[in-house]
């Protein structure tokens, strides 16, 4: 598990590690700037020309740090002080006397041409305000500029907590940022802006962490291996659950079919799809595996029947994927919402639904996950998609909290929240999951997890992150542009493929 920080919560930290546990803000500015130093030597010959952007704040002392470094290792560094912001903090002043004194050079202004790389140490993730001035003609003439482009902690003029752009921003090629990864580079414009991101340990004592309690956290390769139910030598299909996937209508069938494959690719033991008899060609011949029930939408008895008998077998009920919005849709909905106990996942047609009647989600006595996507969580909360997205946190964990619900709120960064203080944020994925059938993979895949007896909340935060890495792995496949869903459904053999992962 890793922690994801904002820049208020990062201030914290920072100012925690210094006043009450007593580290020395010089040391934490002196490992930061090694930490960039050692990107640049293993990455650059002595040759590379190096210009460093600074101005007076604390970064603007990282920067002069690095600078120092980059002399002393035979490296060609400048150094260009915008020389804008009205206070200089103290560690900054201290950087630049030391800079001076074993004579680094220092610019009055910046000739476009000639360097090899470029590193942006103007602002640090403490900046709220658009720039303008001399610092965004700085900014604009860095970003013009040939060269490798390389911020440090935080891209000068990215939101350390959305994302947005501040009036203008410099766009980095890398990142190396410090102690956290920060939640302004996942979000809005910062993930495009930072580039390739690597997280530094500067030495953030545990304590100090611990007393913030930061937000957000993700998760790494690492707790695949932790969090995936274990398969027992001696065990049979019975022993992993079973998942019904209540969905499809006339001439939809293929949501349903992504839900069930991608439950039984997660290592489920049984699934059965309950439909419209339609569907009962389609089904039975690309998914084969699958246990089939279907239905008479004009026959109400029949329609009873199905869903009684399915959700009498099921661990697990994935509901919506392709279900519509008819009158027997509605109809199912209310029946599974009223009768079924056990752990149910509500995606698209279902959410569609119950957003005219959250008092089903609020009687309902099922262990209840919604995946909405921002329009979808507009409908449940009657809030604008602009808004969603500007909060998503917020908005995810009031809405599990007052509905007992687990929230998967899917975006390009999913938020996954139990209502309580702390979320998890996914970062995997790719924008060519931005496709069809891609939400109904991610529901087998929550589901495939919770009939292998995790607990809610673990399977849709493990899930989301497998999902990501499985468009990961179908991007490098098939490329973005012509990945489709079933190439995702697929990449989940190879996400979880070898002895490592247990299996």
Known sequence: MKYIVGGEEMARIDKYSIEEIGIPQMVLMERAALEVFKFIENGFLKTAHILVAVDSGNNGGDGIALARLLYQAGYNVEVYWIDALEKKSEAFISQYKIAKNINIKFIDEIVNYGYDIIVDAIFGVGLNRAISGKHADAINLLNEMDGYKLAVDIPSGIDSETGFVLGTAFRADATITFGFMKLGMLMGLGNEYSGKVTVADIGFPKKAVDFIEPRHYGYEESDIEKLLPHRKSDSHKGSYGRVAVIGGCKNIAGASIFSAESAYRIGCGLVKVCTVEDNRQILQTRLPEAMLSTFDPFDKDSIRKAIK?????????????????????????????????????????????????????????????????????????????????????DVAKKFAKEHNVIVVLKDSRT??????????????????????GSGDVLTGVIGGLCAQKMNIFEAAKLGVYIHGLAGQEAAIQHGRYSMIAGDIVKSITRVLEGDYYGI
């Open 415 to 436: 938020i996954v929240s139990d209502g309580h203080a702390q979320a998890y944020i996914n970062s995997t994925g790719n924008n060519g999951m931005a496709t069809g």
């Open 309 to 393: 008998d399915t959700i009498a077998w099921a661990d697990v009920v994935i509901l919506g994927p392709g279900l519509g919005t008819f009158a027997y849709s509605e109809y199912i909905v209310n029946k599974i919402l009223s009768e079924y106990e056990k752990k149910l996942i509500i995606d698209a047609d279902g959410l569609n639904i119950i957003s005219n009647h959250l008092e089903w989600l609020d009687e309902t006595k099922a262990d209840v996950i919604i995946t909405p996507h921002l329009v979808e969580m507009s409908r449940l909360t009657g809030l604008k998609t602009a808004a969603i997205k500007e909060a998503k946190y």
